[in-house]
């Protein structure tokens, strides 16, 4: 009697006790591994058909190199004449030449009054000695200005006024007002030339953008073109696939990786073509900034703009390629 309620408690005890977790069926498990060994083959079976045609592969990657590093060199230059164009702060300034009679404290004066209004950021007073020091030293005619009896020049205000009231395209109404100053004998104010170059950067940086469209398009389409002719190519190799039941993502992988394999080879030939030029240009763009007296500086790509060329060269070889071995499939099993 007891060796059977030790039986009955035995097994009720493993009918009670959890399952154990159920292992994942054996074809899932082959399949998951023929996926991954697919797109392993794929990988480098892509990189093998490059290398054995050095030739082809060479033009295309040279075009869709040139495609890519055009716009982005358009738009260093674009960058940098930005800089070359001046700082907006020296370019907001307003030159204020005040009367020959006026001395040193009646212009410190005039300045603390401009300091204290609400449209003006900073006022910088030049005085006669010091414009005259900077003439000397950029003018070239150090030696002639010396036989002047007496110095001619008259006090200057810099006048920067703020970005609130020298935002709007038509001359601030602080011009005009120091114009009509009694302490004021001229004032300049290059609004214009600002203007017309802000339109011009304008200009170029949509230049520059419809550019790179049309470029990034023209690769698209020559990696396209590769991959469609390479499935023409192989047209037998594909049809026995689909008679063997391959289905389309079997088929198109490889193709893909084609494609991938482009965008990553010539997003590195641009960015060898760039780096090139920068050294190209690195010596006449070095004299240009010294006789600016060092003011701006030109830079070149930086490591985020370099990782964004190379991962759109990716994703352009990626597409073409989709889009190419798309469209053949649907068509059927290729001619």
């Given at each position: 009697?007891?060796?059977?309620?030790?039986?009955?408690?035995?097994?009720?005890?493993?009918?009670a006790a959890p399952a154990?977790?159920?292992?994942?069926?054996?074809?899932?498990?082959?399949?998951?591994?023929?996926?991954?060994?697919?797109?392993?083959?794929?990988?480098?079976?892509?990189?093998?058909?490059?290398?054995?045609?050095?030739?082809?592969?060479?033009?295309?990657?040279?075009?869709?190199?040139?495609?890519?590093?055009?716009?982005?060199?358009?738009?260093?230059?674009?960058?940098?004449?930005?800089?070359?164009?001046?700082?907006?702060?020296?370019?907001?300034?307003?030159?204020?030449?005040?009367?020959?009679?006026?001395?040193?404290?009646?212009?410190?004066?005039?300045?603390?009054?401009?300091?204290?209004?609400?449209?003006?950021?900073?006022?910088?007073?030049?005085?006669?000695?010091?414009?005259?020091?900077?003439?000397?030293?950029?003018?070239?005619?150090?030696?002639?200005?010396?036989?002047?009896?007496?110095?001619?020049?008259?006090?200057?205000?810099?006048?920067?006024?703020?970005?609130a009231a020298a935002s709007?395209?038509?001359?601030?109404?602080?011009?005009?007002?120091?114009?009509?100053?009694?302490?004021?004998?001229?004032?300049?104010?290059?609004?214009?030339?600002?203007?017309?170059?802000?339109?011009?950067?304008?200009?170029?940086?949509?230049?520059?953008?419809?550019?790179?469209?049309?470029?990034?398009?023209?690769?698209?389409?020559?990696?396209?073109?590769?991959?469609?002719?390479?499935?023409?190519?192989?047209?037998?190799?594909?049809?026995?696939?689909?008679?063997?039941?391959?289905?389309?993502?079997?088929?198109?992988?490889?193709?893909?990786?084609?494609?991938?394999?482009?965008?990553?080879?010539?997003?590195?030939?641009?960015?060898?073509?760039?780096a090139g030029v920068e050294?190209?240009?690195?010596?006449?763009?070095?004299?240009?900034?010294?006789?600016?007296?060092?003011?701006?500086?030109?830079?070149?790509?930086?490591?985020?703009?370099?990782?964004?060329?190379?991962?759109?060269?990716?994703?352009?070889?990626?597409?073409?390629?989709?889009?190419?071995?798309?469209?053949?499939?649907?068509?059927?099993?290729?001619?």
């Amino acid at each position: 009697m007891n060796r059977r309620v030790a039986t009955i408690r035995v097994k009720l005890e493993k009918s009670a006790a959890p399952a154990p977790a159920p292992r994942a069926p054996a074809h899932k498990r082959r399949r998951m591994g023929a996926w991954r060994e697919h797109h392993a083959r794929s990988f480098r079976a892509s990189l093998r058909r490059l290398a054995g045609r050095p030739g082809a592969t060479a033009l295309t990657l040279l075009v869709m190199s040139l495609a890519l590093c055009l716009p982005f060199l358009l738009w260093l230059l674009l960058d940098n004449a930005r800089a070359l164009g001046g700082h907006l702060d020296d370019a907001r300034g307003i030159g204020v030449f005040l009367k020959p009679e006026i001395d040193a404290a009646t212009a410190r004066s005039f300045a603390d009054k401009l300091r204290r209004r609400t449209d003006v950021a900073v006022v910088a007073i030049k005085t006669p000695e010091e414009g005259l020091a900077e003439f000397r030293s950029q003018s070239g005619f150090a030696d002639a200005l010396k036989v002047l009896q007496s110095n001619p020049l008259p006090t200057v205000l810099i006048v920067t006024p703020k970005i609130a009231a020298a935002s709007a395209r038509a001359t601030p109404a602080l011009v005009d007002e120091l114009a009509h100053d009694k302490h004021v004998d001229q004032v300049q104010y290059d609004a214009l030339w600002r203007q017309r170059l802000d339109a011009i950067l304008a200009f170029t940086a949509r230049v520059a953008g419809v550019l790179a469209m049309l470029l990034g398009l023209a690769a698209l389409l020559v990696v396209g073109n590769t991959v469609r002719n390479d499935i023409v190519g192989r047209a037998e190799e594909i049809s026995v696939m689909q008679l063997l039941g391959a289905d389309r993502a079997f088929v198109r992988r490889p193709f893909l990786y084609t494609g991938l394999w482009y965008g990553a080879l010539a997003g590195l030939v641009a960015l060898l073509l760039i780096a090139g030029v920068e050294i190209a240009l690195a010596a006449p763009l070095d004299q240009l900034t010294s006789s600016y007296g060092g003011r701006f500086t030109i830079h070149g790509l930086s490591w985020v703009q370099a990782i964004a060329l190379f991962g759109t060269s990716v994703m352009l070889g990626w597409l073409g390629a989709w889009i190419a071995t798309s469209r053949q499939l649907r068509l059927g099993r290729p001619q």
